[in-house]
C-alpha cells in the first residue's frame, strides 16, 4: 500500500500526468476537424509572425500596433504575389481545364490504348480504352469532391487572420496569465516548458516553410528544363505535398504524370518524372533538411516512421503532417518536467 502511495507521488507519475495533460487536449480538439485545423493554421501563423511583431515592438509601438504594421505588410505582400502570379497560375489552370476536356481525353486515350496494344500485343485496344477511361472517370470524381471540400475549407478558414491576430496581440499577455494560475513551487519549471516548446515549434514551423518553398522551386526549374506545361503550378503543388512525410513527394507526382501523358499523348514521361521526384527528395533529405533543421528534431527515424503511421490512423493526411511537431511537444515536455522536478527538487522520490 505504502509503495501505491510512493508510486503516486513519484516524479515519473508527475510527468506521466503533465504529459496526458498536453495530449489528451490535443487528441480531443482533433475530432472537430475543422477547429482543430483552424487552430493549427492560426498557431502556425502566430509561430511565423511573432518574432517580426516582437521586433517592431522592441522599437518602441504598441503591440497592437506592431500586428497592425505586419498584417498590413503582409497583405501588401499578398496582393503584390497574386499580381505578378495570378496571370500565370490562372493561364496555365485554364490550359489545363482545356487539356482535361472531354473531346481531347477521348482523343488521347484511343491514341494511348492504341499505342499500348502495339508494345503489349495480347492486350486489346479496346479493353485498355475502357479502363482507362474507368481510371480517369474515378480520378476526375475523386478531384471534384476534394475540391468541394476544399471550398468548404476555404470558407472556414477565413476565421483564421482573425484568431491569429489576436494570438499575435495577446501572447505574451495568455502565456503569463497561464505562468502565473501555476503554483509557486512550479514557476521555474513551467517557464522553461514553455520556452523549450515555443523554441523547439518556431524552428520547425520556419524551416518546413523555407524546404517547402525551396522543394517547389527546384521542382518548378526541372519540370520547365524537361518541356513539361504548366511547371509553375506543378512546382507549387510539389512544394505544397512535401509537408506530407514520406508518401508527399509521390502524391505530387501524379498530377504531374497526369499533364504529361495529355501533353505528350504516351507515357514517355514516365520514366523522367520519377527519376526528377526521387532526385528531388534525395536532394531535400541530404541537403535542405540539414541546412534548414541542423538538429532541431532529435528523433529517431524508425521512431518518427512509427509516430508518422499513428498519424495517419487517426487523422490521415493531416495527421501525418502534425505527427512531429505533436510529439515533439509531449516529448519536450515529458523531458522538461522529469528535469525540472528532479533539479528543482519539487517531488519526493
Given at each position: 500500500?505504502?509503495?501505491?502511495?510512493?508510486?503516486?507521488?513519484?516524479?515519473?507519475?508527475?510527468?506521466?500526468?503533465?504529459?496526458?495533460?498536453?495530449?489528451?487536449?490535443?487528441?480531443?480538439?482533433?475530432?472537430?476537424?475543422?477547429?482543430?485545423?483552424?487552430?493549427?493554421?492560426?498557431?502556425?501563423?502566430?509561430?511565423?509572425?511573432?518574432?517580426?511583431?516582437?521586433?517592431?515592438?522592441?522599437?518602441?509601438?504598441?503591440?497592437?500596433?506592431?500586428?497592425?504594421?505586419?498584417?498590413?505588410?503582409?497583405?501588401?505582400?499578398?496582393?503584390?504575389?497574386?499580381?505578378?502570379?495570378?496571370?500565370?497560375?490562372?493561364?496555365?489552370?485554364?490550359?489545363?481545364?482545356?487539356?482535361?476536356?472531354?473531346?481531347?481525353?477521348?482523343?488521347?486515350?484511343?491514341?494511348?490504348?492504341?499505342?499500348?496494344?502495339?508494345?503489349?500485343?495480347?492486350?486489346?485496344?479496346?479493353?485498355?480504352?475502357?479502363?482507362?477511361?474507368?481510371?480517369?472517370?474515378?480520378?476526375?470524381?475523386?478531384?471534384?469532391?476534394?475540391?468541394?471540400?476544399?471550398?468548404?475549407?476555404?470558407?472556414?478558414?477565413?476565421?483564421?487572420?482573425?484568431?491569429?491576430?489576436?494570438?499575435?496581440?495577446?501572447?505574451?499577455?495568455?502565456?503569463?496569465?497561464?505562468?502565473?494560475?501555476?503554483?509557486?513551487k512550479y514557476f521555474e519549471m513551467s517557464l522553461n516548458i514553455l520556452y523549450k516548446i515555443e523554441d523547439q515549434l518556431s524552428?520547425?514551423?520556419?524551416?518546413?516553410?523555407?524546404?517547402?518553398?525551396?522543394?517547389?522551386?527546384?521542382?518548378?526549374?526541372?519540370?520547365?528544363?524537361?518541356?513539361?506545361?504548366?511547371?509553375?503550378?506543378?512546382?507549387?503543388?510539389?512544394?505544397?505535398?512535401?509537408?506530407?512525410?514520406?508518401?508527399?513527394?509521390?502524391?505530387?507526382?501524379?498530377?504531374?504524370?497526369?499533364?504529361?501523358?495529355?501533353?505528350?499523348?504516351?507515357?514517355?514521361?514516365?520514366?523522367?518524372?520519377?527519376?526528377?521526384?526521387?532526385?528531388?527528395?534525395?536532394?531535400?533529405?541530404?541537403?535542405?533538411?540539414?541546412?534548414?533543421?541542423?538538429?532541431?528534431?532529435?528523433?529517431?527515424?524508425?521512431?518518427?516512421?512509427?509516430?508518422?503511421?499513428?498519424?495517419?490512423?487517426?487523422?490521415?493526411?493531416?495527421?501525418?503532417?502534425?505527427?512531429?511537431?505533436?510529439?515533439?511537444?509531449?516529448?519536450?515536455?515529458?523531458?522538461?518536467?522529469?528535469?525540472?522536478?528532479?533539479?528543482?527538487?519539487?517531488?519526493?522520490?
Open positions: 500500500m505504502n509503495d501505491d502511495k510512493s508510486f503516486f507521488r513519484s516524479r515519473q507519475w508527475k510527468v506521466f500526468l503533465v504529459s496526458m495533460a498536453i495530449a489528451l487536449p490535443i487528441f480531443v480538439l482533433s475530432t472537430f476537424e475543422d477547429l482543430f485545423l483552424i487552430l493549427v493554421i492560426s498557431f502556425t501563423m502566430t509561430f511565423i509572425l511573432r518574432p517580426v511583431v516582437d521586433y517592431i515592438e522592441n522599437l518602441g509601438a504598441a503591440r497592437w500596433v506592431s500586428v497592425m504594421i505586419v498584417f498590413t505588410g503582409l497583405g501588401s505582400l499578398a496582393v503584390l504575389a497574386v499580381m505578378l502570379l495570378f496571370p500565370v497560375i490562372s493561364s496555365q489552370v485554364g490550359q489545363i481545364s482545356a487539356a482535361f476536356s472531354k473531346e481531347h481525353l477521348t482523343m488521347m486515350l484511343n491514341d494511348l490504348s492504341v499505342q499500348v496494344s502495339a508494345q503489349i500485343p495480347f492486350l486489346k485496344s479496346e479493353a485498355i480504352r475502357e479502363q482507362l477511361n474507368s481510371t480517369l472517370v474515378s480520378f476526375g470524381n475523386t478531384a471534384g469532391e476534394a475540391l468541394s471540400g476544399l471550398v468548404g475549407t476555404m470558407a472556414t478558414l477565413a476565421l483564421v487572420p482573425f484568431i491569429t491576430f489576436f494570438l499575435l496581440s495577446d501572447y505574451y499577455t495568455m502565456q503569463k496569465s497561464f505562468i502565473h494560475s501555476m503554483p509557486n524552428k520547425y514551423i520556419r524551416g518546413t516553410v523555407v524546404e517547402s518553398m525551396i522543394v517547389g522551386i527546384i521542382y518548378a526549374i526541372i519540370y520547365f528544363t524537361l518541356g513539361i506545361n504548366y511547371a509553375t503550378v506543378l512546382g507549387l503543388i510539389g512544394g505544397f505535398t512535401n509537408v506530407i512525410p514520406f508518401a508527399g513527394p509521390f502524391i505530387g507526382a501524379v498530377p504531374t504524370l497526369l499533364i504529361t501523358i495529355v501533353q505528350f499523348g504516351d507515357l514517355r514521361m514516365l520514366i523522367p518524372v520519377a527519376i526528377a521526384t526521387i532526385a528531388v527528395q534525395q536532394i531535400d533529405q541530404m541537403f535542405i533538411q540539414p541546412s534548414v533543421f541542423s538538429k532541431i528534431m532529435d528523433i529517431n527515424p524508425l521512431t518518427m516512421f512509427l509516430v508518422i503511421l499513428i498519424g495517419n490512423e487517426t487523422l490521415g493526411v493531416m495527421g501525418m503532417v502534425l505527427a512531429v511537431p505533436i510529439y515533439t511537444v509531449i516529448l519536450v515536455t515529458a523531458k522538461e518536467t522529469n528535469w525540472g522536478l528532479k533539479n528543482y527538487k519539487i517531488t519526493q522520490a
